[in-house]
């Protein structure tokens, strides 16, 4: 990973590293995301993409897979405040053409990261264009767009990519889930608090909507312990 998502080394004496166990298709890691922001601007963090649709998990847009997400989707607004726009609502999950499917995206974070210390800024970039936009985020193509949104070169971006595709993604995938077990996560989103060879979760779903109230907490947890 990158130098602005890594600039503390887990493990090392004193140091202080904030992981973020997440999935680009995941609703709540959505909800989340402005904490986040606030999160990345406190402490150092590290991304791990937990590929929940992912493989044998990726999923075509269904009247079922609508029926599914719509609840979510409605409380998730109405805990967060995050928008959920109407070509996403009676585009993108009206589409039985789209395919759910969490890989490339992941990739894509990745190679921006790999990059340019980006992948937080491209997971921003893939939400909005997903949730807002109804983007079709598993389309490289897509995926190269919005790099170059963030600010990216696209034909260094292309290379990112293709060298972080297939097994490379999928080993962190994989590393992703074993670290997510490894701390008795829930799901996406987990936070994890690294510190002095320790590892606590930090709870962020109790700070939905209430960023300034979210940097005090982790301020003072960074400081003392969750």
Request: hydrophobic share 40%; glycine share 8%.
């Amino acid at each position: 990973m990158s130098e602005q998502t890594t600039s503390s080394r887990p493990g090392t004496s004193g140091a202080v590293t904030l992981h973020y166990i997440l999935d680009p298709l995941c609703g709540w890691c959505y909800a989340v995301a402005p904490l986040v922001q606030v999160a990345h601007q406190v402490l150092p963090m590290q991304l791990h993409a937990g590929g929940m649709m992912a493989g044998p998990n990726r999923r075509p847009v269904t009247p079922q897979l609508r029926q599914m997400v719509e609840p979510h989707d409605r409380r998730i607004a109405q805990l967060s405040g995050q928008p959920f726009g109407d070509a996403y609502r009676n585009g993108l999950l009206c589409d039985p053409s789209a395919v759910f499917d969490s890989e490339p995206p992941i990739t894509a974070i990745l190679a921006a990261d790999e990059l340019a210390g980006r992948g937080l800024d491209l997971l921003a970039r893939i939400q909005t264009a997903h949730y807002v936009e109804g983007r079709r985020i598993a389309d490289p193509a897509v995926l190269r767009i919005l790099a170059r949104d963030i600010g990216l070169d696209g034909p260094a971006f292309d290379a990112a990519y293709a060298a972080q595709q297939g097994e490379p993604t999928q080993a962190h995938i994989r590393a992703s889930r074993e670290l997510l077990a490894r701390v008795n996560g829930a799901g996406f989103p987990t936070l994890v608090l690294e510190q002095v060879g320790r590892h606590e979760i930090v709870d962020i779903m109790s700070y939905l909507g209430q960023p300034s109230a979210w940097r005090s907490h982790l301020t003072e947890v960074s400081r003392h312990g969750s």
